[in-house]
């Protein structure tokens, strides 16, 4: 078991240019999230999926859009990236019965946007 | 939203010597949970705890949930290098989204 990966590891972006990060579990998990983590910020969500084809906004949406088309695979896109979408991104999934609070994170993407 | 506070912030302690780190909140929680990240690297859970008084060991980690189950605490016992990094702790905050404290950075000089 690979758990959550997420590709890539490192992202130098432009102002106003887009890009996509991926997110992939092989855990047959159904919830799926995306944080950005920001040194005295902790840990805030963005985006999170409770199913395939389903998804909602958490914490600090805006900026961003998630796509959850395949139950194993969970996207978080940037169409116009800003200086403030400048942070590390880590993708989590978990199970929904038994303990779905417990939450398995990928390595995390490293976003500099200049 | 729930909020979780944890204390303290930092934490710079010599190899050997034990510590504690602590996990409040105002509101009472079903489960908490306790994350270990090291630098460059995505959280991993390290144990969950459900039950008001419960105690869990890992190695030289003792987790500790408070009776009313609205705070919780990590002992860690001759801390080691490999200690270094971020304590997270975090609960549900509904609706199967989590709430996370803002964590505890530690590090252990050789």
């Known amino acids: 078991n690979a758990g959550v990966t997420q590709t890539p590891k490192f992202r130098v972006l432009k102002t106003g240019q887009s890009m996509t990060l991926l997110c992939a579990q092989d855990?047959?998990?159904?919830?799926m999230y995306w944080y950005r983590q920001d040194p005295g910020m902790g840990l805030r969500l963005i985006h999170y999926?409770?199913?395939?084809?389903?998804?909602a906004k958490g914490e600090v949406p805006d900026g961003y859009n998630v796509s959850r088309l395949k139950k194993q695979n969970f996207l978080l896109g940037l169409e116009s990236a800003a200086p403030s979408q400048t942070s590390v991104y880590f993708c989590?999934?978990?199970?929904?019965?038994?303990?779905?609070?417990?939450?398995?994170f990928g390595p995390g993407t490293r976003l500099t946007v200049t | 939203t729930q909020l979780l506070e944890q204390s303290p912030q930092f934490l710079s302690i010599q190899e050997g010597e034990n510590l504690t780190v602590y996990c409040n909140s105002s509101?009472?929680?079903?489960?908490l949970q306790w994350y270990r990240q090291e630098p460059g690297e995505g959280p991993v859970l390290l144990v969950t705890?459900?039950?008001?008084?419960e105690v869990k060991k890992l190695k030289r980690l003792t987790f500790q949930f408070g009776d009313a189950r609205k705070d919780s605490s990590l002992h860690i016992t001759a801390a080691q290098p490999g200690d270094t990094g971020l304590y997270l702790c975090?609960?549900?905050?509904?609706?199967?989204?989590?709430?996370f404290g803002r964590g505890t950075s530690l590090i252990v000089h050789p």
């Open positions: 989590a999934s978990s199970l929904t019965s038994g303990a779905p609070y417990e939450q398995y």
């Open positions: 855990m047959n998990h159904e919830y």
């Open positions: 999926s409770v199913g395939e084809g389903t998804t």
């Open positions: 509101s009472v929680f079903s489960s």
């Open positions: 705890v459900v039950t008001g008084g």
């Open positions: 975090a609960g549900p905050g509904g609706s199967y989204i989590p709430t």
